[in-house]
């Protein structure tokens, strides 16, 4: 036996493979985002002197906090194989809603909040299970989305639903001169990132989205990494939802109109593959920066708002197509 | 079913062929460190078939990739009837009457048999009138002996050869004068082979050119009038089939003897592991009982759809059994869960590697921790030290390049790739491990490693149960071989009272009889 495994180690030997070098584009992918920023934000400062002020700057990561929440809290549904959901605005609504509501008959933050959370994660890990007890999750989402926002619009009756008395506006307060949304989406952003890079669940999160088929083989459970990823995103839904009512003391079935569109181009131009199995909250924390940065320059510019969408939506086509390209040509030099 | 083409076989080959179709001289190309291809020489002449041999990487692929103008070589030259031509980019090489039946195959399952023959072909009208494209579809169908088939089948429903030889059709149209057969019976059972081989030989009496790229080698015997082996990127001297032997052949792509290709057999113990008493499921058309010891492998064999490749999978938890009784030491087993059965110590290797063996966009470590990362997690975090190290240790085990362990497993040969979906399960200490053909489309040194690690395995008290289509590697690996034909097992003996002819005409004399 042992001359049988001295005859292996020889083919090893012989058969030991050499395999090209190649820059992996999970290792380049975070450089080209912040080549991408890098490269907007001098854009910005060299044709908009108001760019680089603290209050700018404050304003930008603002505006990137609530759509980088959402979307970090997305990624591990669109990591799982799940593609993205088509009700963020009505989810991160119902939150709101509900936060100010409960604000208004006369509830305690902490419970209120609490609440919000609970309700919010109630409502996404049903999706979780219809979706993982296979129907398409473009079509699930787009339903729960239809429904909140229809029972919300007939509890509300279409008008706006007050904080009352009770109102703190805590969600616009600063702690050492950065605003709280900024705090919690950065917590966020690496509580979620350690969650799917260093933990068995995060791992089965990707795995099940790079492969369902091998992944089942390997007694990891598509319903359980699905509803766990609808778990999380449900945080995510209800904390925003919870900030922005928290800064106006006020929402309507309306709120959040173009929070979907702004959630999937944060994470598609952060580089996840909507395929799934392939991305990292991080970098779509990183997209929702650049497209707040490009944005606000958009703002300082005078552009209009449609202007702003058309500009949004043509930076989110040049960066896919441009990862895209990336990830084809490194499949050919293989 | 060959008939038919042998009454007017080596009408051409025989005769003074004018020169070659295809020349190919001193043709380079390099991927950053590796010399993929290294100077490589060959000739094709009208109405031959030239084999194509050499072990993944010796680079056969890349050879094919230039001709089918996918890649441009970086020097070296292609002569197209005595003149110099450019293949690159694949316009080209299709303008020049090269045509290449891939692995994977391209034809759209959603659409029928008739808009497929259309789909990419010029000079047919964009109407698609469905009787004009079902009558041109009858016709062409014919030529790759599919005449019996309705061109409004959907692709999707026919049997892999079925999709191969349409594949093949699809190219006739073009007038293809120079086919490349890659591998195209690495999914096929033996009768399908047949089918495909029949075209081929057929094809080349009509006088075109074919170069048959494959890793069997019996097939190279029945089709083939030359031989061309590549090592390491370089030609050897084509040589007519008729002068070289199996071995001859395996020498010359080894550039060694194989007499080392199987591991020795450890005589294994008595300890009974595991007891299946009347198994029937999906697959199956009789009960099926047979035992396994602590350190046995027990080898199934039969073609596609025998139900060898049935009794593994539902001893894996993958299909429902309908009745039965199996024993895994003392315990009841409860089938039917994937997961269940994972839990027990059954490990799974399957057939399809890129459908459901690896996760090929994750790298390296990951898919080979993927089935044990939660022992090497505790509190549910992962520790990075304790999960490079037991996957560098498999790594190391099976020869694969500990240091790229991070790359992406698509960055890797199909040989490697395969040591990586068997090595996975390793590390999750099996007691019974289960793999369904193996080394398919694996090149002989990745085989040799694998069937020594499985012999390891075994050492430790593991016992195998191996299905494969491959009655060479059942015979050279088994300690006891069963055979199965359409859904029953038809005999169950120790490897010692098989031969390789006897197990051959086991697999195959049923047919006859049924």
Known sequence: MSQSSEEGKKFSSVFREKIPVVGSLEVLMPYIIIGLAAVAIIVSVTITPSFLTADNIRAILRNASIVGIVAVAMTPVTLSGNFVSLAISQSAMLAMVSYVALLGAGWHQAPAILIVIVGLIIVGVIQGFIVAAGLNPIITTLAAGAIIFGVVSEMTGGWIVLAGENFVAWGSSNVVGIPIQVLIFLVFTVLVTLLMSRTVIGRETMLVGANRATAQIGGISFTRVTVIAFVIFSVGLAIAGVLNGAAFGQATAVSFPALTIDVIAALLVGGTAIQGGQGSPLRSAGGALLISVISNMMVLNDFSSGGRLAVQGGVVVVVVVLLDQLRRRQVMRL | ?514
């Open chain 2, 1 to 514: 079913m060959s008939d038919k083409n042998n009454t007017n076989k080596s009408s051409q080959i025989g005769g003074a062929t004018p020169g070659p179709r295809l020349t190919v001289r001193r043709l380079s190309k390099r991927y950053g460190n590796v010399q993929a291809l290294d100077e490589v020489d060959f000739e094709l002449y009208p109405g031959e078939v030239m084999a194509l041999l050499g072990e993944n990487g010796a680079g056969k692929s890349t050879l094919v990739k230039i001709l089918s103008g996918l890649v441009q070589p970086d020097s070296g030259a292609i002569e197209i009837g005595g003149r110099p031509a450019v293949l690159f980019p694949s316009t080209r090489s299709q303008a020049a009457g090269v045509a290449v039946v891939h692995q994977e195959y391209s034809s759209v399952p959603k659409l029928t048999v008739a808009e497929n023959l259309v789909l990419g072909q010029k000079g047919v009208s964009s109407l698609w009138l469905p009787r004009r494209l079902n009558t041109r579809a009858r016709k062409l169908l014919s030529t790759v002996g599919l005449e019996y088939l309705n061109p409004r089948t959907l692709v999707e429903q026919l049997s892999v050869a079925e999709m191969q030889l349409l594949e093949i059709a699809r190219l006739l149209v073009r007038d293809a004068q120079i086919l490349i057969f890659d591998e195209p019976t690495a999914a096929l059972a033996d009768r399908e082979i047949e089918r495909v081989l029949a075209v081929i030989k057929q094809l080349s009496d009509e006088g075109r050119s074919v170069i048959y790229v494959t890793h069997r080698l019996p097939e190279v015997f029945r089709v083939a009038d030359r031989v061309t082996v590549f090592r390491n990127g370089r030609s050897l001297p084509t040589k007519p089939t008729s002068e070289l032997d199996v071995d001859a052949v395996i020498t010359m792509m080894l550039g060694r003897d194989l007499g080392t290709m199987f591991p020795a057999r450890v005589a294994h113990h008595d300890e009974l592991l595991l007891d299946v008493d009347g198994l029937l499921a999906t697959g199956l058309s009789e009960p099926v009982s047979l035992s396994l010891h602590c350190g046995e492998i027990v080898g199934l064999t039969g073609q596609l759809g025998s139900g060898a490749s049935a009794v593994v999978q539902s001893l894996a938890g993958m299909l429902p059994l309908q009745s039965g009784r199996v024993l895994l030491g003392n315990d009841n087993l409860l089938l039917g869960s994937r997961a269940a059965a994972l839990k027990r110590g059954i490990a799974y290797c399957t057939a399809d590697r890129k459908k459901d063996g690896i996760f090929s966009g994750r790298p390296i470590r990951e898919n080979l921790s993927s089935p044990w990362v939660r022992s090497v997690a505790p509190n549910g975090f992962i520790s990075r030290r304790l999960e490079i190290e037991r996957s560098s240790e498999i790594g190391s085990r099976f020869a694969i390049d500990v240091k790229r362990l991070s790359a992406t497993v698509s960055t890797l040969s199909g040989g490697n790739q395969q040591k990586v979906a068997v090595g996975k399960w390793l590390g999750a200490q099996p007691r019974v491990m289960l793999l369904e053909e193996p080394t398919r489309g694996v090149d002989i040194g990745a085989r040799a490693e694998i069937y020594q690690r499985l012999r390891d395995l075994c050492a430790s008290g593991v016992g195998i149960i191996v299905a494969s289509s491959d009655t060479s590697e059942i015979l050279g690996l088994s300690d006891t071989i069963a055979t199965f034909y359409r859904g029953r097992m038809t005999s169950i003996k120790s490897h010692e009272d098989w031969t390789e002819d006897a197990l051959v005409r086991e697999v195959m004399h049923q047919e006859a009889a049924a």
